[in-house]
């Protein structure tokens, strides 16, 4: 598998930045680290601090109690009392400091037993010298005792110091092994991070090197390629252009043919019916009244016949449309909707004179398109035929209260039919649901210019 020097350089630099971000990420674990080790060493230093207090205490405890023993003196209470007052909290605090990470260590408990024992010796001593006077100077077995208890004490305090050395020391060592592997990773990382990005480096001026020669090449395809190119666009465009004016002059031929038939329907059939009409009447008045149904009978086949001949004359090419333009065409149509059913149709058409000729005609059809798929489709109650003006073009909608667009296709035949009409008079076809439901067909053409000039000019001659 090959690879670019691009990817090689995204690699390198990728890995490059991965190397920073280690190092970085490994500083800040390693900050931490020490950090953590840092406040479990002053931990372990407040508790020296606490035990070497007690200590103190307790030594003072035994001075003031030594001193007023010997003298008598009240004033050498002091201490003593002092230190009665303080040995409690002490206690307290370095039961507390050293419970923090769970049990209480068995040695505190121990001297915190041998503490509360030599406090009531003390206290004893205190009272007796109160009591007696002197003559407890000469108590050598409780001054023996209150000795090996303060000595059990101090053995005591000094494991329980000890322990906190021996916790410092730990603390010192993991301290220095995180700094000499800090150190490694700040030295080596980046180091390995530089190269790979020099490397990178060194892959995108090859990489871009490479790409100036392979532009170079493309622009030298590029202008072989663009006389062609701009020759089949030449192509492709006679092309379009010829088979739009084939699709034109195909629709125009089906509208003169329309016209033709509309012309002949009329003219021959309906001449055929208004003929069989007269000579009905004319037989009526000669023959007798025993004809007179059958009379009746043919009357109303001539009617229906003339009616017949003008409905396809009408459905072929309307005559308003060539003879009062658009909107009498579609206001006409309408009233033909209205008694097919019970379907309620509004008309507001206008401004239609600086439509061609082609143009209201393809309007024209793309409303009997749409107006026909409401009677069949929509189930509405209402369709609504609107024309009008704009700065834009000439628009014309088609709208309905019925149950919309749902799932109608994009490529229905009725939909490209009308797509297609609009897009050979220039126009723009819309196909959607309405503001208020139901389903909206819009059309926008561009008007032409020269008409609209005529059309002004013999508005202000009136």
Request: aromatic fraction near 4%; glycine fraction near 10%; charged fraction near 25%.
């Amino acid at each position: 598998m090959r690879f670019s020097s691009s990817a090689v350089a995204s690699l390198m630099l990728l890995a490059g930045t991965v190397t920073f971000i280690a190092t970085a990420v490994g500083e800040y674990m390693s900050l931490n680290e020490l950090v953590a080790r840092g406040e479990v060493r002053s931990h372990a230093l407040r508790a020296q601090l606490l035990i070497r207090r007690t200590g103190m205490l307790l030594v003072d405890l035994e001075t003031g109690q030594r001193g007023f023993a010997i003298t008598g003196e009240a004033g050498f209470l002091e201490p003593y009392e002092r230190a009665s007052h303080e040995l409690v909290t002490a206690q307290q605090a370095l039961r507390k400091h050293l419970g923090e990470g769970g049990d209480v260590p068995a040695g505190l408990q121990r001297l915190e037993e041998l503490s509360r024992q030599r406090v009531a010796q003390v206290e004893r001593s205190v009272a007796q010298r109160w009591a007696v006077g002197e003559v407890v100077l000469k108590d050598l077995q409780g001054y023996v005792a209150g000795k090996r208890l303060m000595d059990e004490i101090r053995g005591e305090l000094l494991q329980l110091e000890a322990s906190q050395d021996q916790r410092i020391r730990q603390i010192d060592q993991g301290v220095q092994a995180v700094q000499e592997r800090t150190t490694l990773l700040a030295g080596v990382l980046p180091g390995v991070g530089c190269l790979l990005i020099a490397g990178a480096v060194l892959s995108l001026r090859y990489e871009h090197r490479r790409r100036d020669q392979a532009e170079l090449a493309l622009q030298q395809a590029n202008a072989s390629l663009e006389s062609k190119v701009a020759k089949r666009t030449a192509e492709l465009r006679g092309a379009l252009a010829r088979i739009r004016g084939f699709a034109a002059e195909q629709d125009e031929s089906i509208e003169a043919e329309r016209r033709r038939l509309a012309r002949e329907v009329h003219d021959q059939i309906g001449q055929v019916g208004t003929a069989t009409k007269m000579l009905t009447l004319g037989l009526r008045r000669k023959l007798g009244p025993e004809y007179e149904s059958s009379l009746s009978e043919l009357l109303a086949l001539s009617d229906e016949a003339i009616n017949t001949a003008r409905s396809i004359s009408a459905a072929l090419r309307p005559p308003l449309l060539d003879d009062f333009g658009l909107a009498a065409a579609i206001e006409h149509y309408a009233k033909s909707l209205a008694l097919q059913g019970e379907l309620q149709v509004d008309v507001d058409v206008q401004g239609d004179a600086g439509l061609t000729a082609v143009q209201a005609n393809q309007l024209f059809r793309i409303m009997q398109e749409a107006s026909t798929n409401v009677l069949r489709h929509a189930k509405a109650n209402q369709l609504t035929l609107r024309g009008q003006a704009l700065d834009a073009g000439y628009q014309l909608e088609i709208i309905d209260d019925g149950q919309g667009p749902g799932s109608v296709r994009a490529d229905a035949s009725g939909l490209r039919n009308m797509r297609e009409r609009a897009a050979l008079v220039g126009g723009h076809f819309e196909f959607g649901p309405g503001l208020r439901g139901g389903t909206r067909v819009g059309i926008l053409l561009p008007l032409d210019e020269k008409i609209m000039t005529e059309e002004a000019d013999a508005h202000s001659d009136r």
